[in-house]
C-alpha cells in the first residue's frame, strides 16, 4: 500500500519534500500546488506530478502558459492522505482551518508556522514516538532541527545541565534576490535569548538552552556555536562516538580541507545528491573539545535542506505506517542515500 500525499506550496522546501516522499516504497505525490507558472511548474509536470493551483483566479495564467494544470488545491486535497503544507510562515494557520480540518485530512506543517498549528512538534531522531497517530504535526524550523539533532544526541547518553548556542544564521535563502544582508553582520534578534531555544523545548522540553542568534551575509548554510555544561562526566571522543552513531549527523575534518560553510556546500555538490543538498547536521570534529569543565563544538545546517527527511518520517509517524522510530529514519535514510549508521 502506498499513501496518497500532496503538497501545498511547492517552494524551497516543498520542492524537496516531493521528491523524497516519491522515492519512498510506501508513499506516493498526488500533486503539487502551485501559485504561479514559473519554471519549477514546468518541473514538476516533467518530474510527473501533477500540478494544481491555489485559487481558481490563478488558473487562467497557467493555461496562458501551456501548463496542465488538475485543478485547485481544494480537489487535490479530495484526493489525498495527507497534506505537507510548506507555504510561506503565517499561512499554515488558516490553511489548516478553512482546508485541512473541514476534510479531517491530516497535515504537516513548516518551523516557520508557530508551535500551536499542530498537535506536537517534532524533529524524528528526538521524538517520533509523540507524533504517532497524531493530525497535525509540525517539523520544527532547519535550526531547531541541527540543534534538537546533535543536543538530543549528548543528553541521551551523557545527559546535559545547560547548553548556550550562538547561531550565526544565513541571511537568505540563494533565490531571495530581495533580502539581505550583503554588507552586514545582523543581530537577529538583537535581544537575548533568541526564540531558538524555546522552540528546541517544544522537541526537548526538560531541555536548559539559551541561545543568541546573528545573521550574516551567505546564503549557503548556518553555523552553530554550542556550548554545554554536562551532568556528568564526557570526553571530546566519547561525544565524537556518538555522533558517528547518530543518524543524520556527519564529521568532518578541517584538516581534510573542510575549511568553511564553502568547502562543505562543495563536498556536497561532489557527493551527487538531487540540488546538491546535505540532509545531515555537519560538525566540524577537530571543534569537539572540552575547556573549564564544559563541552563545545561547531556544526553547519543545510538549511534549505536538512528538514526534509524530517517530512517523511513525519508523515510515517502520522499514519502510523512504521511505529519504530529507527526503522522510519532507516528507511528514509536510504531512500535519499544519507549517511550509513545501521
Ligand atoms: P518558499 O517561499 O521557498 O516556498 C513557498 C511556496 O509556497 C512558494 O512556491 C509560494 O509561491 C507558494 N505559496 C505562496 N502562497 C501560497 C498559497 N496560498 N498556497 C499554496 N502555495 C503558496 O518558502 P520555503 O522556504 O519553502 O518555506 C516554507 C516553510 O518551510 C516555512 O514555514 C519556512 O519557515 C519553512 N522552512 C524553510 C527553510 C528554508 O531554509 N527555506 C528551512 C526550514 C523550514
Known sequence: MTVRVAVNGYGTVGRRVADAVAAQKDMRIVGVVKTKPTFEAFRAVERGYPLFVNAKENLKAFVNAGLKVEGTVEDLLGDADIVVDATPDGLGEDNRKNLYEPRKLRAIFQGGEEPGVADVSFSATSNYAKALGKEFVRVVSCNTTGLCRTLNAIDSRFGISHARAVLIRRGPDPTDIKKGPVNAIVPDPVTVPSHHGPDVQTVLPHLNITTVALKVPTTLMHTHVIDITPNNGISPGEVVEVFRKTPRIVLVK?????????????????????????NEIVVWEESVNMAHGDLFYMQAVHQESDVVPENVDAIRAVLELERDPLASIKMTDMSLGLKKWW
Request: aromatic share 8%; proline share 0%; glycine share 12%.
Open 254 to 278: 578541517a584538516k581534510e580541507g573542510f575549511s568553511s560553510t564553502a568547502h562543505i556546500m562543495e563536498w556536497a555538490r561532489d557527493l551527487g545528491r538531487g540540488r546538491s543538498d546535505l
